[in-house]
């Protein structure tokens, strides 16, 4: 089929001229060769794979077949449009009526360097190119000539078709690279007298100087058997054949054959060799890439490269790769994805009580109330009473992994948790930490304030007496009112009201930080340490702090401030108590549901002990707490007896389980 139609490029010279000349009269140093009336348009691919130098050699070609045409406005009319990814029209049918205009025309094209869309190029020639605005004769042939070197990015078979049909004769001439196939679809029938496929820009430049010998002498090759098959060259009464570039003449003097430089061994690549006529390009095995010396090859390693979709590890190899996972995964099915191994959950552990996970491995634990012994496997049930400096004046009550202190009838339970007295003081300066993050809600957030001024209202609030500030915090932290603004309960409480809620993150450690560093300053309003007012943080939180707590917790109880943490929701444990003062248990409140955060604060005993009265709440007597005392002490009383049914009851446990080892 190639060979076929190299034999037609000579054909292309006479159809062309075919259709251009009216009359071909010998044309001379100073005479042009007559044609008939034709308006022609020439649509040239200048896309980024046209090198310049081929675009220039287009030019010429160009301009050599216009120099052997009778331009002018009764004879033949010429335009040009360029495409790549977009279509220019470089000028019109009725431009230019001189050639030396036409000529300059073509000179100053500047080549657009995008993609090919020669579908779109064909539809433009067809309802723009070839109308009466832009210069179309009626009754005048219209003939495209298509100069194309690849593969059209659009369809083109169905809008060749419709410019066929309204009566354009097309021309489609490929260079190297360009699709015959492609070709078909553009170009009129025949086939074998429209469609030319060459193999570069120069054998179009050949073909130019062939019009002129065809337009304006006697050809031999265009009038005789010359039996060249490739190119047939005129002389004066003679002609000789010539072969393509890549090719070689036979000794018969017409036929050609391929220069193989790969098959001489006559190339320099390192892998593959591919051949063309006269010319090889280099290519690399699989799981190879060519290097920028067209030579050369390289491993492609898609690993190092990022081209894979493995979770964990990624084992290369040329062109490929596996996935692997870490110790203590185990690969998926999909062979990408990996699983951690929980011998936890497969039981493939031997701890007593508790099994940790983490992958591939585990560590045992202990439920509250025990401690891992040193074999990390098995636990023992704690008494701390009995094991540590609990410090408890009175006396120590054990409960599982913990402990509390109680005092004698008539007394209570100081701030330290420890040490017992006949009744603590009324007047503290307590700043309260409100969580105002995103996560509360608006709804929520107006139960937090109902919460404070619960607080409030068990207060004995004045100048002298109990001073309240309160703090707002989300990614920052905003102080609604320091100690020393409001001296009423009624005044705090109208305050708190207005309180704006914040939304944003959960900084709960800038907020400790704050509180520490500002809102215990005298100058907001907190009284001298020297007079021993008890200073107390009260945290309300709903989620995980966004930020680390453990510094400022930490200093704030160091700097004396007794901290109480209340969590609701999502807050975590862990944090709450790192926050609460000693003994946690005391300090430390939570519950699942805002709406029960109004229990909390009935049961949250700021260490005070006021006496009610009618209308204003004062203290009498710091002392006058009887009421309270014989509340703690009913309760130890009962939490004692409870205690104790419980030690019998783990006691008797322990024993039963005990007999059932034994028995195995």
Same mark, same amino acid.
């Given at each position: 089929?190639?060979?076929?139609?190299?034999?037609?490029?000579?054909?292309?010279?006479?159809?062309?001229?075919?259709?251009?000349?009216?009359?071909?009269?010998?044309?001379?140093?100073?005479?042009? /060769?007559?044609?008939?009336? #034709?308006?022609?348009?020439?649509?040239?691919? !200048?896309?980024?794979?046209?090198?310049?130098?081929?675009?220039? +050699?287009?030019?010429?070609?160009? *301009?050599?077949?216009?120099?052997?045409?009778?331009?002018?406005?009764?004879?033949?009319?010429?335009?040009?449009?360029?495409?790549?990814?977009?279509?220019?029209?470089?000028?019109?049918?009725?431009?230019?009526?001189?050639?030396?205009?036409?000529?300059?025309?073509?000179?100053?094209?500047?080549?657009?360097?995008?993609?090919?869309?020669?579908?779109?190029?064909?539809?433009?020639?067809?309802? #723009?190119?070839?109308?009466?605005?832009?210069?179309?004769?009626?009754?005048?042939?219209?003939?495209?000539?298509?100069?194309?070197?690849?593969?059209?990015?659009?369809?083109?078979?169905?809008?060749?078709?419709?410019?066929?049909?309204?009566?354009?004769?097309?021309y489609a001439v490929g260079v190297a690279r360009a699709d015959m196939t492609s070709l078909r679809?553009?170009?009129?029938?025949?086939?074998?007298?429209?469609?030319?496929?060459?193999? !570069?820009?120069?054998?179009?430049?050949?073909?130019?100087?062939?019009?002129?010998?065809?337009?304006?002498?006697?050809?031999?090759?265009?009038?005789?058997?010359?039996?060249?098959e490739h190119i047939c060259e005129s002389s004066p009464g003679s002609y000789h054949c010539l072969?393509?570039?890549?090719?070689?003449?036979?000794?018969?003097?017409?036929?050609?054959?391929?220069?193989?430089? /790969?098959?001489?061994?006559?190339?320099?690549?390192?892998?593959? /060799?591919?051949?063309?006529?006269?010319?090889?390009?280099?290519?690399?095995?699989?799981?190879?890439?060519?290097?920028?010396?067209?030579? +050369?090859?390289?491993? *492609?390693?898609?690993?190092?490269?990022?081209?894979?979709?493995? &979770?964990?590890?990624?084992?290369?190899?040329?062109?490929?790769?596996?996935?692997?996972?870490?110790?203590?995964?185990?690969?998926?099915?999909?062979?990408?994805?990996?699983?951690?191994?929980?011998?936890?959950?497969?039981?493939?552990?031997?701890?007593?009580?508790?099994?940790?996970?983490?992958?591939?491995?585990?560590?045992?634990?202990?439920?509250?109330?025990?401690?891992?012994?040193?074999?990390?496997?098995?636990?023992?049930?704690m008494d701390l009473c009995n094991t540590v400096e609990h410090g408890c004046e009175h006396q120590?009550?054990?409960?599982?992994?913990?402990?509390?202190?109680?005092?004698?009838?008539?007394?209570?339970?100081?701030?330290?948790?420890?040490?017992?007295?006949?009744?603590?003081?009324?007047? *503290?300066?307590?700043?309260?930490?409100?969580?105002?993050?995103?996560?509360?809600?608006?709804?929520?957030?107006?139960?937090?304030?109902?919460?404070?001024?619960?607080? #409030?209202?068990?207060?004995? #609030?004045?100048?002298?007496?109990?001073?309240?500030?309160?703090?707002?915090?989300?990614?920052?932290?905003?102080? &609604?009112?320091?100690?020393?603004?409001?001296?009423?309960?009624?005044?705090?409480?109208?305050?708190?009201?207005?309180?704006?809620?914040?939304?944003?993150?959960?900084?709960?450690?800038?907020?400790?930080?704050?509180?520490?560093?500002?809102?215990?300053?005298? $100058? &907001?309003?907190?009284?001298?340490?020297?007079?021993?007012?008890?200073?107390?943080?009260?945290?309300?939180?709903?989620?995980?702090?966004?930020?680390?707590?453990?510094?400022?917790?930490?200093?704030?109880?160091?700097?004396?401030?007794?901290?109480? $943490?209340?969590?609701?929701?999502?807050?975590?444990?862990?944090?709450?108590?790192? *926050?609460?003062?000693?003994?946690?248990?005391?300090?430390?409140?939570?519950?699942?549901?805002?709406?029960?955060?109004?229990?909390?604060?009935?049961?949250?005993?700021?260490?005070?002990?006021?006496?009610?009265?009618?209308?204003?709440?004062?203290?009498?007597?710091? /002392?006058?707490?009887?009421?309270?005392?014989?509340?703690?002490?009913?309760?130890?009383?009962?939490?004692?007896?409870?205690?104790?049914?419980?030690?019998?009851?783990?006691?008797?446990?322990?024993?039963?389980?005990?007999?059932?080892?034994?028995?195995?």
């Open positions: 089929m190639k060979m076929r139609q190299l034999r037609a490029l000579s054909g292309f010279i006479l159809l062309t001229l075919a259709v251009l000349a009216a009359a071909r009269p010998k044309a001379g140093p100073e005479q042009k /060769c007559k044609s008939g009336p #034709v308006d022609l348009v020439f649509l040239i691919d !200048s896309s980024r794979s046209v090198r310049p130098h081929e675009f220039e +050699t287009m030019r010429k070609f160009m *301009i050599d077949i216009l120099d052997t045409l009778d331009i002018g406005p009764n004879a033949t009319r010429v335009g040009v449009v360029q495409y790549s990814s977009q279509v220019r029209s470089e000028f019109s049918l009725k431009t230019h009526s001189k050639l030396d205009t036409m000529v300059k025309g073509i000179n100053q094209i500047i080549p657009l360097a995008q993609g090919t869309m020669t579908g779109l190029a064909i539809r433009y020639v067809m309802n #723009v190119a070839f109308s009466v605005e832009e210069g179309d004769r009626p009754k005048v042939p219209n003939v495209a000539v298509i100069v194309t070197d690849g593969r059209p990015q659009d369809r083109v078979a169905e809008v060749a078709a419709e410019a066929r049909e309204k009566g354009i004769e097309i679809a553009m170009a009129s029938p025949p086939f074998e007298d429209h469609v030319f496929l060459v193999e !570069s820009f120069d054998l179009i430049h050949q073909f130019g100087l062939q019009f002129q010998d065809k337009l304006c002498g006697v050809d031999l090759c265009l009038e005789s058997d010359h039996g060249c072969c393509l570039p890549g090719y070689t003449l036979n000794d018969n003097g017409k036929t050609c054959a391929a220069i193989n430089l /790969c098959a001489e061994g006559k190339h320099d690549c390192e892998q593959i /060799c591919v051949s063309s006529p006269g010319s090889f390009t280099c290519d690399c095995n699989k799981g190879y890439k060519l290097n920028d010396d067209k030579k +050369t090859c390289s491993t *492609i390693d898609l690993c190092a490269e990022g081209k894979n979709d493995c &979770e964990q590890i990624c084992v290369s190899a040329p062109g490929v790769f596996t996935c692997d996972c870490n110790e203590g995964y185990t690969l998926n099915e999909d062979k990408k994805t990996c699983t951690p191994i929980d011998l936890c959950a497969e039981g493939k552990h031997d701890c007593e009580q508790i099994c940790i996970s983490a992958p591939g491995v585990f560590t045992c634990d202990c439920n509250k109330g025990f401690k891992l012994n040193k074999d990390k496997k098995t636990c023992t049930n120590c009550v054990s409960t599982p992994g913990s402990y509390y202190c109680i005092c004698p009838e008539g007394q209570l339970l100081q701030e330290d948790g420890k040490s017992c007295g006949t009744c603590k003081s009324a007047n *503290i300066d307590l700043v309260l930490l409100i969580d105002g993050s995103k996560s509360v809600r608006p709804q929520n957030f107006e139960l937090v304030k109902k919460f404070v001024n619960q607080v #409030v209202d068990s207060l004995d #609030v004045s100048a002298h007496g109990t001073r309240v500030g309160l703090v707002q915090y989300s990614s920052r932290v905003r102080t &609604e009112f320091p100690l020393n603004m409001y001296h009423s309960v009624d005044e705090i409480k109208a305050a708190v009201m207005k309180v704006e809620y914040m939304e944003k993150g959960t900084m709960t450690g800038l907020a400790l930080k704050h509180m520490l560093e500002n809102s215990f300053a005298e $100058a &907001e309003g907190a009284r001298p340490s020297s007079r021993n007012i008890p200073r107390i943080g009260l945290v309300f939180t709903d989620g995980r702090s966004q930020d680390d707590i453990t510094e400022y917790a930490k200093k704030a109880k160091e700097a004396g401030i007794t901290m109480y $943490a209340v969590g609701v929701g999502k807050a975590v444990e862990d944090e709450l108590r790192e *926050i609460a003062s000693e003994p946690v248990e005391k300090h430390f409140y939570y519950t699942t549901d805002f709406t029960a955060i109004s229990t909390i604060a009935e049961n949250l005993k700021l260490n005070v002990c006021p006496e009610e009265s009618q209308g204003e709440i004062e203290v009498k007597d710091p /002392c006058a707490c009887e009421s309270l005392v014989e509340f703690q002490q009913a309760t130890m009383s009962s939490l004692d007896q409870l205690t104790q049914k419980l030690a019998g009851m783990t006691a008797r446990l322990e024993q039963l389980e005990n007999q059932l080892l034994s028995r195995k």
